[in-house]
């Protein structure tokens, strides 16, 4: 048990087992037809959330290390990227192959008669690059064009939220219908990239920091007993 707490932290832990929880769920209610009346839309919906979820905490990772200064978060980053990675395609498999079966002919129309697909589509295609330099070797090849590359994420994430709330029945302008989870995704994303924007990234570090040295100061310091 030390050897493996030696190996794995706490955060890194939850990472892995947040990840694969829901896939697990997900297959436990659909081998136990517990998985609602329309067993296939629940797994294309609940894959896709997932997915967006995870990339929101992968985004989340940096102004949280800016905030918090918890080095950690910077190396749980890409693992949360390639999760969400992988219930995309996990969620485009099953909209090409257990909700269309492949008709190539039929999903082609659909894509085009549904906004919100094309949407979704415009993501995927984007993740795939990112996915595929995530690691470190494509980082040395690609040099400063690597940073370049990933900072699409700040493309993609709006663009997945707005997927979201189109496929969603309701309306975000006329605050009708199932807005409540694509209006708190929208938000989140909002106010992340508002805190990677360099100005107000130094001022919530300059915020932290004071905050820290006023707590250091109102801590009473131990004098050693004679």
Not at 12 to 41: C, E, G, K, M, R
Not at 91 to 117: C, M, N, R
Not at 162 to 176: D, E, R, T
Request: proline share 5%.
């Amino acid at each position: 048990m030390k050897k493996f707490s030696s190996h794995y932290t706490p955060l890194q832990i939850a990472v892995h087992v947040y990840a694969w929880s829901a896939l697990v769920l997900l297959l436990f209610q659909f081998f136990t037809n517990d998985l609602t009346a329309n067993p296939i839309q629940a797994l294309e919906q609940r894959t896709g959330r997932h997915a967006i979820t995870l990339l929101v905490l992968s985004l989340a990772c940096t102004p949280l290390h800016t905030l918090f200064h918890w080095a950690e978060l910077l190396k749980r980053r890409r693992t949360l990227g390639l999760y969400a990675f992988m219930y995309a395609v996990i969620h485009v498999l099953i909209f090409l192959h257990l909700d269309y079966g492949l008709a190539w002919s039929l999903i082609a129309q659909t894509v085009f008669e549904k906004p919100f697909i094309i949407m979704g589509v415009i993501s995927f295609l984007l993740l795939i690059p990112l996915a595929w330099t995530s690691f470190d070797i494509w980082k040395k090849r690609l040099g400063r064009g690597w940073k370049r590359l990933h900072q699409m994420v700040y493309l993609i994430a709006p663009l997945v939220v707005l997927h979201y709330a189109w496929s969603k029945k309701g309306s975000l302008f006329a605050l009708q219908g199932e807005i409540v989870r694509p209006l708190v995704y929208g938000l989140i994303v909002l106010l992340l990239l508002v805190l990677r924007v360099p100005p107000v990234r130094r001022t919530a570090a300059s915020l932290r920091d004071r905050i820290l040295a006023r707590l250091r100061k109102r801590t009473p310091r131990l004098t050693p007993s004679l």
